[in-house]
């Protein structure tokens, strides 16, 4: 079974910390993405990555940047984080091509104070 | 601007009910629509449909794509407590991946004993 590996379940930082979420899956999948779920909103995709070092964005990238400096691993990076960014977080992977579904890891719920 | 709706937003039903969850999209150069399940963490995948009038099965869910009416319909039979979550559907075009789901905002289904 594909197993997406989120660090950290629940997180509480300040407002102006830097946060690093970080995700790892183990089947060799290409493409690596990073969503915020929010009630009423659903699922909006942030960064997504079809290689090593390749970042796309996403619908909502700012206030956020994703590094991918190998395949398995693919941080979200809050600069500075804000209060509008406490938020469930969920990445998720797919092999490549365009016809896969996505694994998702299981979340990290921030909350920035 | 592409766009997938959901609906009912939330929904609760009685076990051993049968309830019906519908998606419908707006899509430039639709390729295929996928249902989601998410409990407490992860969404997990049920299906991906990509021709019209074919229903897919597991178990007590099915669904089916109507390409003439831009939906799709998710059934459950005999409702379990254990369907109690939130059903995502998201609609993928043509010529992109899934950096390009598109997805609605989930129906919340609650199954009560």
């Known amino acids: 079974d594909v197993k997406v590996t989120q660090s950290s379940r629940y997180l509480v930082k300040r407002t102006g910390e830097k946060v690093f979420l970080e995700c790892v899956q183990d089947?060799?999948?290409?493409?690596m993405f990073w969503y915020r779920q929010d009630p009423g909103l659903g699922l909006r995709l942030i960064y997504f990555?079809?290689?090593?070092?390749?970042?796309e964005k996403g619908d909502i990238p700012e206030g956020y940047s994703v590094s991918r400096e190998k395949k398995e691993r693919f941080s979200l990076i809050l600069e500075s984080a804000s209060t509008n960014q406490t938020s469930m977080y969920l990445c998720?992977?797919?092999?490549?091509?365009?016809?896969?579904?996505?694994?998702f890891g299981n979340g990290t719920r921030l909350t920035v104070t | 601007e592409d766009k997938v709706v959901q609906s009912p937003l939330s929904l609760v039903v009685h076990e051993g009910d049968t309830v019906t969850l519908n998606c419908s999209y707006e899509v430039t150069n639709f390729r295929s629509l996928l249902w989601y399940k998410q409990e407490k963490k992860a969404p997990t995948f049920l299906f991906m449909l990509t021709s019209s009038g074919i229903e897919k099965k597991s178990g007590r869910l099915s669904s089916i794509l109507d390409k003439k009416e831009l939906s799709s319909i998710l059934n459950i039979t005999a409702t379990q407590t254990g369907d109690s979550a939130i059903y995502l559907c998201a609609a993928l075009p043509h010529g992109g991946s899934q950096g390009n789901l598109i997805f609605g905002k989930g129906t919340k289904l609650s199954v009560k004993p």
């Open positions: 089947m060799d999948h290409e493409n």
């Open positions: 998720a992977s797919s092999p490549g091509g365009g016809n896969s579904p996505l694994h």
């Open positions: 990555s079809y290689d090593v070092k390749m970042k």
